[in-house]
């Protein structure tokens, strides 16, 4: 079958399962493009034969059951790196890219880097990646999302200390010594529960809640933990960057400047949300301020 034909063929399977037809168009030719190997001139030209379909169309079956097209290769496309991704793990998304971005903008050369909440660990090995000289860490609580972290640093050849760690159960100062950082960067949970039902099922039903959800009555709750203990973990004039949800950007500035960082900054993402914020702390606070 000409690759033209598959494509029409896979698209109409998907937009049958419900996915929006500009969503569908760009999952058929996602999906023909990594199964076959073709390049998307050769799909959209109808330039090469595929003589076997039923992969094609079985994968696109999955996809419209509600299965994230990264699940079904096993494997997600993130910057210039492939990493392996499974339900244990959050889909690294564009957002995020567009945050390791803006961090390169700000700190062209860090010396050490935290990053709270790894995941696939796709912040700290695109991090290190670009900045081959920083040591960097990276910690999370599941053992699950650990190994593919460390699995992804070893096919990217990054080098990364790895630590498993629950952020909101206990100080993390105590656990690194003297160990600080010029940047500190995370990703975390900020879906409210009552969010839920306007997400996408296939995020739902094949995405770890525990990297997604925090409680209604405590949106801010990763980010409070996070950014009093950044106070102690950074370095002077060190940067803390986070990943964030819209609904709460002036809340969470509010809470950075009451806690005595500088230079706040919001920047909105491609779709003009206000999805990231930075800040800066100039002189570390001491063990006992409260």
């Not at 995020?203 to 980010?223: G, K, N, R, S």
Request: aromatic share 6%; with cysteine; net charge negative.
């Amino acid at each position: 079958m000409f690759t033209t034909d598959i494509l029409r063929q896979i698209k109409h399977i998907l937009i049958q399962g419900g996915i929006e037809q500009g969503e569908a168009s760009a999952l058929a030719l996602m999906l023909i493009e990594e199964t076959t190997g073709l390049s998307r001139t050769q799909i959209l030209t109808a330039s090469a034969d595929i003589p076997d379909t039923s992969l094609l169309l079985y994968r696109a079956g999955t996809i419209a059951s509600g299965t994230p097209i990264q699940h079904i290769l096993g494997y997600a496309r993130f910057m210039d790196m492939q990493l392996m991704v499974s339900p244990s793990v959050l889909i690294p998304r564009p957002e995020t890219e567009e945050l390791i971005r803006w961090v390169l903008e700000t700190e062209p050369a860090p010396r050490s880097i935290l990053d709270i909440g790894t995941g696939s660990g796709c912040i700290a090995i695109a991090l290190k990646r670009a900045l081959p000289q920083a040591h960097v860490t990276a910690l999370d609580i599941s053992p699950e999302a650990l190994a593919i972290a460390r699995e992804n640093a070893r096919t990217n050849n990054a080098d990364i200390d790895f630590i498993q760690h629950d952020i909101l159960s206990a100080k993390f100062l105590p656990i690194m010594g003297e160990v600080r950082w010029g940047l500190i960067i995370s990703n975390p949970p900020y879906i409210c529960h009552s969010e839920a039902d306007e997400m996408d099922k296939n995020v739902l039903d094949h995405e770890p809640h525990l990297a997604l959800f925090v409680p209604d009555d405590d949106p801010l709750l990763f980010y409070r933990a996070i950014a009093t203990q950044a106070l102690h973990l950074l370095t002077p004039g060190g940067h803390l960057f986070f990943e964030i949800n819209r609904r709460f950007a002036s809340e969470l500035q509010s809470l950075l400047l009451s806690l005595g960082y500088s230079d706040i900054t919001l920047r909105t993402d491609q779709f003009a949300n206000t999805r990231m914020i930075k800040a800066q702390i100039v002189n570390r606070k001491s063990s006992n301020s409260k």
